[in-house]
């Protein structure tokens, strides 16, 4: 898996070349066949290890995280998220380039549901199951204590690995709920492209997710 960690190695759970799912494997094989500059490999979270608040996205974007190897850069779906995070204070850019572009997220990671590109960005549940036990591990960090999930799919993947009842703690834009080790976990839609464009996702819509975000980890442990 590829690290960009503010400039710190990757955990030693992470597998740089995990294929324990074959349908994904195969088809960033397939990718890096059409596109051989692109990494194709699982996307590390970006981020230290110690932040806070921790972003979970769906799974790497084809021409995004899956061409640049850091999670939501390259492609459409970041452009809302790195500019809010900037004016949040969470990144030193407003702009997520590629890995060596000098960005430097603040008390905030980044990671995805999926580590890998699905076909059609759909991962299915035995592919979400596998990568679960990634997840829970970045769950896990002794330091964090707010989650954003973006959107239903991370919304169930943060749930599944800590072993909680879904149907007791549904997905809603900018709900928040308790999770089972403590932590605050609060949802948003997807900032994708297709979300913002039909305005399902606004930025004033972010914006006020970031500010209960900001207001949380403002007040004490
Ligand atoms: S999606 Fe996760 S478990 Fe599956 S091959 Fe990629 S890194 Fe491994």
């Known amino acids: 898996m590829n690290s960009d960690l503010n400039g710190k190695p990757p955990p030693t759970w992470y597998r740089k070349n995990c294929r324990d799912c074959p349908r994904l494997s195969e088809f960033l094989d397939q990718v890096k066949r059409e596109h051989g500059d692109y990494i194709c490999k699982p996307v590390a979270p970006s981020g230290a290890r110690h932040a806070e608040f921790l972003i979970v996205g769906l799974a790497p974007g084809k021409h995004g995280a899956n061409a640049t190897g850091r999670p939501f850069t390259g492609d459409h779906a970041g452009v809302l998220l790195y500019r809010t995070l900037h004016r949040f204070g969470f990144s030193s850019a ?55 999930a973006l959107g239903g799919l991370a919304h169930r993947a943060v749930l599944r690995a800590l072993g909680m009842v879904q149907s007791h703690h549904s997905f809603a834009h900018n709900a928040e709920h308790r999770l089972a ?23 004033v819509m972010f ?15």
């Not at 549901?113 to 960005?121: G, M, Q, S, T």
């Not at 403590?182 to 305005?199: E, K, Q, V």
């Not at 914006?207 to 442990?221: H, Y």
């Open 94 to 148: 407003a702009q997520s380039h590629h890995l060596d572009d000098g960005l430097v997220l603040h008390n905030c990671r980044i990671t995805n549901a999926v580590k890998c590109l699905p076909p059609e960005n759909k991962p299915r549940g035995d592919e979400i199951a596998n990568c679960n036990h990634y997840l829970a591990a970045e769950l896990a960090e002794a330091h964090l204590r707010l989650v954003l």
């Open 181 to 203: 080790n403590g932590l605050a976990l609060i949802d948003s839609y997807h900032c994708s492209r297709y979300n913002t464009n039909t305005r399902r996702l606004t930025e």
């Open 207 to 221: 914006a006020r997710v970031f500010e209960k975000i900001s207001t949380r980890l403002q007040q004490p442990a």
